[in-house]
């Protein structure tokens, strides 16, 4: 009898603006989550899963090692100027062709759907704030493969900052240049780097969900639910 082949997942990214609650309503919104999720542990029927956009190897012990220092180098060696946007770009390019590759594709095939607190597309929207070009950007990154589908979040900016208040100085334009770090900063820098992502999102035909900051986990998933149901591989749907 010949074995049927599992039908391939879809990638589904959430973007938005820092402190937007991505991680939080990524993680609500799916059936499990990564580490439950990989190939050669038990799964009832195709789930929603999610993966952190940080999230490291579990299928490869080699690319474990890889992206656990690549992890710390980006995320965990503090905040400074010293070394030029050059060098993070092809560091991030480098951690989602990981990414992608080593953590995301192997769930994809197995037949899951995979959602996930965001991609690239937030990255590429400071770096344009920063002197660089879309063209560029498309040739360091043209060989990693992109989602199927993004959901733009968008809400107040102000109230974003006052909601959670303990911003990076990267969050606040420090890459941008800005040192007189605040409230300010953030909601301009911010607000600058969302026109870039509402471009993405006009230019690709992506969903956009304008949120209330001060609205319930509940309230926003009872928002969101319905525009990610579509966007999910149907039932049946050949590889």
């Given at each position: 009898?010949?074995?049927?082949?599992?039908?391939?997942?879809?990638?589904?990214?959430?973007?938005?603006?820092?402190?937007?609650?991505?991680?939080?309503?990524?993680?609500?919104?799916?059936?499990?989550?990564?580490?439950?999720?990989?190939?050669?542990?038990?799964?009832?029927?195709?789930?929603?899963?999610?993966?952190?956009?940080?999230?490291?190897?579990?299928?490869?012990?080699?690319?474990?090692?890889?992206?656990?220092?690549?992890?710390?180098?980006?995320?965990?060696?503090?905040?400074?100027?010293?070394?030029?946007?050059?060098?993070?770009?092809?560091?991030?390019?480098?951690?989602?062709?990981?990414?992608?590759?080593?953590?995301?594709?192997?769930?994809?095939?197995?037949?899951?759907?995979?959602?996930?607190?965001?991609?690239?597309?937030?990255?590429?929207?400071?770096?344009?704030?920063?002197?660089?070009?879309?063209?560029?950007?498309?040739?360091?990154?043209?060989?990693?493969?992109?989602?199927?589908?993004?959901?733009?979040?968008?809400?107040?900016?102000?109230?974003?900052?006052?909601?959670?208040?303990?911003?990076?100085?990267?969050?606040?334009?420090?890459?941008?240049?800005?040192?007189?770090?605040?409230?300010?900063?953030?909601?301009?820098?911010?607000?600058?780097?969302?026109?870039?992502?509402?471009?993405?999102?006009?230019?690709?035909?992506?969903?956009?969900?304008?949120?209330?900051?001060?609205?319930?986990?509940?309230?926003?998933?009872?928002?969101?639910?319905?525009?990610i149901a579509p966007l999910r591989r149907p039932e049946g749907e050949p590889l």
């Open positions: 009898m010949a074995i049927r082949q599992a039908q391939r997942g879809r990638l589904i990214v959430l973007e938005g603006p820092d402190g937007i609650g991505k991680t939080t309503l990524a993680q609500a919104l799916a059936d499990t989550i990564y580490s439950d999720a990989v190939p050669g542990t038990p799964a009832v029927g195709a789930q929603l899963v999610f993966v952190p956009r940080r999230q490291i190897s579990q299928t490869s012990p080699y690319a474990r090692t890889l992206m656990t220092r690549l992890a710390t180098m980006l995320w965990h060696s503090g905040d400074a100027p010293d070394l030029t946007d050059d060098f993070w770009v092809h560091l991030q390019a480098s951690w989602y062709s990981a990414l992608r590759t080593s953590v995301v594709d192997p769930v994809l095939a197995v037949g899951h759907d995979v959602i996930m607190d965001g991609w690239w597309f937030k990255f590429f929207s400071k770096l344009l704030l920063q002197g660089w070009t879309q063209p560029d950007l498309d040739v360091i990154f043209g060989r990693v493969a992109g989602p199927d589908a993004v959901i733009v979040l968008t809400a107040d900016l102000g109230a974003l900052y006052d909601r959670r208040g303990d911003f990076q100085p990267r969050e606040m334009g420090m890459h941008a240049g800005v040192s007189d770090y605040g409230r300010q900063a953030f909601i301009t820098y911010q607000h600058d780097g969302l026109k870039n992502l509402l471009a993405y999102a006009d230019q690709h035909r992506w969903a956009v969900l304008d949120l209330d900051a001060a609205a319930s986990v509940a309230d926003t998933l009872d928002l969101l639910r319905p525009l």
